[in-house]
C-alpha cells in the first residue's frame, strides 16, 4: 500500500507547479489524470514535463468547448483533488472559483503564479518575473547593485512542495469531518514560505561568494572552487587550525577584512583535493563545486536511490530525480511516463466513488493540521523550520531542546523565522530520567522529526526504534544532509555544501564565470518543505493502516528534487540554461533592464510579442535584423534594446509594452514592496509586527476555505513551556518537581 493510494487527482495544471504537485501525490500512489488542451502542455517541449508529469495519465480536452467543460465537470464529480492554476479570470469563466462547494467532498487545490487579484496575477507563470514583482531579484548577492535573474526556478519548485503538502493536509482533515475544501497556494505564498519572517531588508549588492570568510566560496591553487561551511565557531577554529592559520577569529561578530585575505591566499596554496583531504580529517563541514551534468550519475545520488532512468520509445532512456521521500512501509515509487487515457481509464476514473468515511472523531478547531502532536528535535533550519510549517497548517508543535539550546537561536529574526507557532521544552536527554520523559511525551505524541547528525538519536536512546516501541502509530522522521547510506553520511553538512555540488552554484555563475552562493538556502527550505509533505503523506497513511512509519529525507534529495527539471535529461535533449556573473537573464527578451530611474524584466513569450516590443520601442527594423526570439542575454540586440531603456522612466516602458501586450513587470527594490498597492491586496506582508528580534512577517503558506492557519504565537523561549508541556502531556506535578531540581528539565527563557 502506498500513502495516497485510492485517491484520484484531476491535474489541469501546466508548466512546473501544479504539474509537480500532482507528480508527488502520483509517486505515492494516487491515480492522477492530467487534463490537457488541444494545443497541449505549454511546458512539454522541456525535459521536466517528462519528469513532473510521470506515473500520469493524460486526456485532451478543449474547455472552451462546452462539451470539455461538460467532461470535465464529470472528473471532478469523480475525483478526490482537482489541482487548477488558471489566472483569476480564467478560474471565474470556467466556473471553477467554486468547484468544492459544488461538489463537497473534493479537494481544490488552486496553484495561481502570482497572486489571486489585481493585474499581474493575470499574468501566465514565469519565474523571473515572480522575483522582479517581490523584491527577491534584489535578494541575491551581486558584484553591482541590480537584480539577479535565478536560473534554478527555486520558488517555483517550494511552490509545488508546499502545494502537495497543503493537498494532504486537507485530505488529512477530510478523513475526521467528510469535507473537503478549497485550498490555495500560490506563488506569493511560495515567496512567503522561502523570505523567512524579516520584515527588514538587506541592501543590494553584497558578496557572491559569500560575505564572511567562515562561510563562503574560495578558488584554489587548480583554480577549482570548494566551499567552507564553517558557520559555527568551532568548525571554524577547526578549519583555520587545520590550514595553519590559528589566530584568525572575528572582532565581535565580525571578522576583519586581512581574515578573508589571508584565508583567500591560503587556499591558494593547494589544489581544492588536497584542501578537501586536509578539511575532512579535521572533520571541517566543506564541499567541492560541481557540475550538474555530473550529479545524477554521483555516488551520493545513488545512496539516496535518487537516480531514475526510464526508457521512451522516443527519446530513448531518461534519466530524472527519484523519489525525494523515504517512507518505510508505504514507499513511493516511479513505475511509467506519462501515458495516454484510453476509454476505458477515463471510465474506470469517472466510475462511482463512495464518499470518504469519517474517522467518527470531530474535525478540530483550527487549521487542518489541528490536533496533531509533534516533539520537534530540529535545528538551525531544516529540521525546525519543517515543524515550523507543520505549526503553520495547525499542528501543535513542542520544541526540544538542551540546556544550551538550538545554535541558531543567536540568530534574531532567523530564529523566529523557523521556530514560530512553538513551545519550548528544555529536557536533559543524555540523563536517563530525561529520555524517560521524552518516551512519555512520544507516547502521546504523531510525530517526532530531527535533523540532528546519523546516529546521534540512536545515542540518546530515542531514535526511530525506541520511539515507535512505545507508540506504533508514531510518524518518526530524520532530515540529514547526505542521507543514511555511504561513507559520508556522518559527516557534518549545511545547505550550501549541497548547492555547490549538485553544481548549482556552477550553473547560476556560468561556463565562464566564478560559481554563485545563493543567499536563499535553497535546500534547507526544500528539505524543510518537503519533509512536511512526507510527513502529512505518512499521517494520511496511517489513516487507513492504524500505523505509523519512518520517513527519511535529506538535503541531498532535494538539491535534485529542487533542480528536476534542469537535470532530468535524454539522448539529444535541450540543455538548462546557464548564468553568468551578476546574470541578468536567459536571453535578451527574457532578462532584467535598467530604466533610467528603476529596473525591470521583460519576458517575450511568443515572436509576437517580440514585434510588438520593437515597435513600442520605436525599432521596427529590429525584428528583421535579428531572430528576436533566440537572441543572447548579452548580444547585440540586449545592447540596443539596454541603450533606449536607459533613457526612459520604467513607469513610461511599463505602460507602454503592457499596452501593447508585452510581458514587462518592474522590478522592486525589497523596501519598494510594502507600499506596493497589488501585493497589498494579496495579503503578501499581512500582518508585520514588531519583535525583540526586529519586524517579521505572519503568513499563511496556504490558505483553507474551512480550515484557516497560520502561526497563532511566536517562537518560544529557551525552554518558556517546559512545565506547562509536561503538564499538558499528563506528566504528575510530583515528578516534574523532582526532575527540575534534578535539572532533568528546566526552564531557561
Known amino acids: 500500500m502506498t500513502a495516497f493510494a485510492g485517491l484520484k487527482v484531476v491535474d489541469c495544471s501546466q508548466g512546473l507547479v501544479g504539474p509537480m504537485a500532482a507528480m508527488l501525490l502520483a509517486d505515492f500512489g494516487a491515480e492522477v489524470?492530467?487534463?490537457?488542451?488541444?494545443?497541449?502542455?505549454?511546458?512539454?517541449?522541456?525535459?521536466?514535463?517528462?519528469?513532473?508529469?510521470?506515473?500520469?495519465?493524460?486526456?485532451?480536452?478543449?474547455?472552451?468547448?462546452?462539451?470539455?467543460?461538460?467532461?470535465?465537470?464529470?472528473?471532478?464529480?469523480?475525483?478526490?483533488?482537482?489541482?487548477?492554476?488558471?489566472?483569476?479570470?480564467?478560474?471565474?469563466?470556467?466556473?471553477?472559483?467554486?468547484?468544492?462547494?459544488?461538489?463537497?467532498?473534493?479537494?481544490?487545490?488552486?496553484?495561481?503564479?502570482?497572486?489571486?487579484?489585481?493585474?499581474?496575477?493575470?499574468?501566465?507563470?514565469?519565474?523571473?518575473?515572480?522575483?522582479?514583482?517581490?523584491?527577491?531579484?534584489?535578494?541575491?548577492?551581486?558584484?553591482?547593485?541590480?537584480?539577479?535573474?535565478?536560473?534554478?526556478?527555486?520558488?517555483?519548485?517550494?511552490?509545488?512542495?508546499?502545494?502537495?503538502?497543503?493537498?494532504?493536509?486537507?485530505?488529512?482533515?477530510?478523513?475526521?469531518?467528510?469535507?473537503?475544501?478549497a485550498v490555495t497556494v500560490s506563488g506569493l505564498n511560495a515567496v512567503a514560505l522561502v523570505g523567512g519572517a524579516s520584515g527588514t531588508f538587506l541592501p543590494p549588492g553584497r558578496k557572491p561568494l559569500g560575505a564572511s570568510p567562515s562561510y563562503r566560496l574560495y578558488e584554489c591553487g587548480d583554480g577549482q572552487f570548494l566551499f567552507l561551511a564553517t558557520l559555527f565557531s568551532y568548525f571554524f577554529q577547526r578549519a583555520v587550525a587545520a590550514m595553519g592559520l590559528t589566530g584568525l577569529a572575528p572582532v565581535g561578530d565580525v571578522f576583519p577584512e586581512e581574515v578573508s585575505e589571508a584565508m583567500e591566499a591560503r587556499f591558494l596554496q593547494k589544489s581544492r583535493a588536497e584542501w578537501l583531504e586536509i578539511l575532512r580529517e579535521a572533520d571541517v563541514p566543506c564541499g567541492p563545486v560541481g557540475r550538474r551534468e555530473d550529479w545524477l550519475a554521483s555516488d551520493l545520488i545513488a545512496n539516496n536511490d535518487m537516480r531514475v532512468v526510464m526508457q521512451d520509445a522516443e527519446r530513448g532512456p531518461i534519466e530524472m530525480p527519484g523519489v525525494p521521500i523515504k517512507l518505510k512501509t508505504t514507499a513511493g515509487s516511479v513505475s511509467h511516463l506519462v501515458e495516454e487515457a484510453d476509454d476505458a481509464a477515463v471510465e474506470a476514473f469517472l466510475a462511482a466513488t463512495p464518499a470518504p468515511a469519517a474517522s467518527g472523531r470531530a474535525a478540530a478547531a483550527g487549521g487542518p493540521l489541528a490536533g496533531i502532536k509533534v516533539l520537534d528535535l530540529g535545528t538551525v533550519i531544516a529540521g525546525a523550520y519543517c515543524n515550523a510549517i507543520l505549526a503553520n497548517l495547525g499542528a501543535e508543535v513542542v520544541k526540544v531542546e538542551s540546556a544550551e539550546g538550538d545554535p541558531w537561536r543567536d540568530r534574531g529574526v532567523g530564529f523566529t523565522a523557523y521556530n514560530r507557532g512553538k513551545r519550548g521544552l528544555v529536557v536533559d536527554l543524555k540523563q536517563p530520567a530525561g529520555r524517560e520523559v521524552f518516551l512519555d511525551l512520544a507516547r502521546q505524541s504523531d510525530v517526532v522529526l530531527d535533523n540532528y547528525r546519523l546516529g546521534v538519536r540512536d545515542r540518546l536512546g530515542i531514535g526511530h526504534e525506541a520511539v515507535r516501541a512505545v507508540n506504533p502509530r508514531l510518524i518518526s522522521g530524520s532530515i540529514t544532509t547526505y542521507g543514511s547510506r555511504g561513507e559520508e553520511t556522518r559527516r557534518p553538512g549545511f545547505d550550501p555544501l549541497l548547492q555547490a555540488r549538485s553544481g548549482l552554484m556552477a550553473a547560476q555563475g556560468g561556463d565562464d564565470d566564478e560559481p554563485v552562493f545563493h543567499i536563499i538556502a535553497v535546500n534547507d527550505f526544500a528539505s524543510a518543505s518537503m519533509a512536511a509533505f512526507g510527513v502529512i503523506a505518512a499521517l494520511n497513511a496511517r489513516e487507513r493502516t492504524g500505523e505509523g512509519q519512518v520517513l527519511e529525507t535529506s538535503l541531498t534529495n532535494q538539491s535534485a528534487m529542487f533542480q528536476s527539471g534542469e537535470l532530468t535529461t535524454w539522448p539529444g535533449a535541450p540543455p538548462a540554461p546557464k548564468g553568468s556573473r551578476d546574470c541578468l537573464g536567459i536571453a535578451a527578451l527574457d532578462r532584467f533592464y535598467a530604466c533610467a530611474d528603476d529596473w525591470i524584466l521583460v519576458a517575450c513569450a511568443s515572436a509576437g510579442e517580440a514585434i510588438a516590443l520593437a515597435g513600442t520601442l520605436g525599432h521596427p527594423e529590429w525584428a528583421s535584423a535579428f531572430d528576436m526570439m533566440a537572441e543572447p542575454r548579452d548580444g547585440a540586440l540586449a545592447e540596443q534594446i539596454e541603450a533606449v531603456l536607459r533613457a526612459r522612466p520604467a513607469v513610461e516602458v511599463l505602460a507602454a509594452l503592457r499596452g501593447a501586450g508585452v510581458r514587462a513587470v518592474l522590478a522592486q527594490l525589497a523596501e519598494q514592496t510594502l507600499t506596493d498597492r497589488w501585493l497589498a491586496a494579496n495579503n503578501f506582508l499581512d500582518q508585520v509586527h514588531d519583535t525583540p528580534h526586529g519586524p517579521v512577517t505572519n503568513r499563511p503558506y496556504a490558505t483553507f476555505s474551512r480550515s484557516p492557519c497560520g502561526y497563532n504565537r511566536p517562537d518560544p523561549g529557551l525552554g518558556e513551556h517546559t512545565f506547562e508541556v509536561l503538564a499538558d502531556y499528563g506528566i504528575d506535578p510530583d515528578r516534574i518537581a523532582s526532575l527540575a531540581d534534578e535539572g532533568v528539565v528546566m526552564c531557561l527563557s
Open 33 to 181: 489524470l492530467k487534463v490537457e488542451p488541444p494545443e497541449g502542455d505549454r511546458a512539454a517541449a522541456k525535459p521536466g514535463y517528462q519528469m513532473w508529469n510521470r506515473n500520469k495519465r493524460r486526456l485532451t480536452l478543449s474547455l472552451d468547448e462546452p462539451t470539455g467543460r461538460e467532461r470535465l465537470e464529470q472528473l471532478l464529480a469523480a475525483a478526490d483533488v482537482a489541482i487548477l492554476d488558471f489566472s483569476p479570470r480564467r478560474m471565474a469563466a470556467l466556473d471553477l472559483l467554486d468547484v468544492a462547494q459544488r461538489h463537497p467532498r473534493l479537494v481544490r487545490l488552486w496553484t495561481p503564479p502570482f497572486g489571486t487579484t489585481g493585474e499581474p496575477s493575470e499574468l501566465e507563470a514565469h519565474h523571473g518575473a515572480l522575483i522582479a514583482l517581490t523584491g527577491a531579484a534584489f535578494r541575491q548577492s551581486s558584484y553591482a547593485e541590480q537584480p539577479v535573474y535565478l536560473i534554478a526556478p527555486v520558488l517555483h519548485y517550494a511552490q509545488a512542495a508546499m502545494a502537495a503538502g497543503a493537498a494532504g493536509a486537507a485530505l488529512l482533515e477530510r478523513s475526521r469531518s467528510g469535507l473537503g475544501q
